[in-house]
C-alpha cells in the first residue's frame, strides 16, 4: 500500500494549458504539502494544508491553486502553463509533533 | 526564518571508507532536523531526525547524524560507505511549531567500487 500517491507521475503538454496533479495519502496524517523541485534538485516550499485549512502559501503565482477535498487530499491545479513551471512536483504528508514529512513519488510536468 | 546550507555539492568516498555529509542551518527557535536521501526518479526517503534528547542519533541503512548547538551543525555520517550509498542527500530544518520544513540544496554523493 502506497502511503502517499500522486497521479500523474508524468505529465507533457503544451504553454497555456490547464492541468492538474493529485495527491492521496492513506496514513491518516493532518497536514500536507506541495513542493517544487527544480532542474539543480533544489526544493522550494509551495503550500501546506492542516485538516483543509490553508497554512502555507509561499510566493507561488496564482495561476497555481491548491484544493483539499478532505484531509487525506491535496491536489494542485495549474493555470495557463509556462516554460517555467517545468519540474517535479513532491506531495508529502505529515502527522501532528515532531513527525517528519512522507513524500510520494513525485510528478515530472514538462511544458512543451 | 530558517535556512539549511550544505556547503558541499558533492562527496566522493570509496566503498569502505567513512562517509560525511556537512550540514548547518539558521533557525530563531529551536531546531527540529532532518536527512532524507533521493535515488534518482524517486521521491524523497526519511534517513533520520533530531528533535530533543542526545545529540548523537541513529538512523536506517547505518547512518548516523550529530547535532552540534554550538556549530549549528547536523552532519551525516557513516563508518563504511557502500556503492549502493550513491544519491542525493538533502538535510532539511524546521523551528519548533513551525510547519514549514526547509530543505538544502542537496549532496550528491558517488561512492565508488
Known amino acids: 500500500d502506497t502511503a502517499v500517491s500522486q497521479t500523474p507521475k508524468y505529465l507533457v503538454t503544451q504553454m497555456g494549458n490547464d492541468k492538474s496533479i493529485k495527491c492521496e495519502q492513506n496514513l491518516g496524517h493532518d497536514t500536507m504539502y506541495w513542493y517544487k523541485q527544480d532542474s539543480k534538485k533544489f526544493l522550494k516550499i509551495m503550500f501546506s494544508?492542516?485538516?483543509?485549512?490553508?497554512?502555507i502559501n509561499e510566493t507561488v503565482p496564482n495561476r497555481f491553486s491548491p484544493k483539499s477535498p478532505d484531509k487525506a487530499h491535496l491536489n494542485l491545479h495549474i493555470n495557463s502553463l509556462e516554460l517555467g513551471d517545468s519540474a517535479v512536483y513532491f506531495c508529502?504528508?505529515?502527522?501532528?509533533?515532531?513527525?517528519?514529512?512522507?513524500f510520494g513519488e513525485g510528478s515530472r510536468l514538462t511544458v512543451l | 526564518a530558517q535556512s539549511v546550507a550544505q556547503p558541499e555539492d558533492q562527496v566522493n568516498v570509496a566503498e569502505g571508507n567513512p562517509l560525511t555529509v556537512k550540514c548547518t542551518y539558521s533557525?530563531?527557535?529551536?531546531?527540529?532536523l532532518f536527512w532524507y536521501v533521493q535515488y534518482p526518479n524517486r521521491g524523497l526517503q526519511f534517513l533520520l531526525k533530531?528533535?530533543?534528547?542526545?545529540?548523537l542519533v541513529k538512523g536506517s541503512y547505518g547512518f548516523e547524524a550529530e547535532f552540534n548547538k554550538s556549530q549549528t551543525s547536523f552532519h551525516l555520517k557513516k563508518p563504511s560507505a557502500l556503492v549502493s550509498d550513491s544519491a542525493l542527500y538533502f538535510c532539511a530544518v524546521r523551528d519548533m511549531g513551525d510547519y514549514k520544513l526547509s530543505f538544502g540544496a542537496g549532496t550528491t554523493v558517488t561512492v565508488r567500487a
Open positions: 494544508y492542516n485538516n483543509k485549512e490553508l497554512i
Open positions: 533530531y528533535i530533543t534528547g542526545d545529540n
Open positions: 533557525v530563531s527557535g529551536n531546531p527540529y
Open positions: 508529502a504528508s505529515r502527522g501532528t509533533g515532531t513527525g517528519e514529512l512522507f
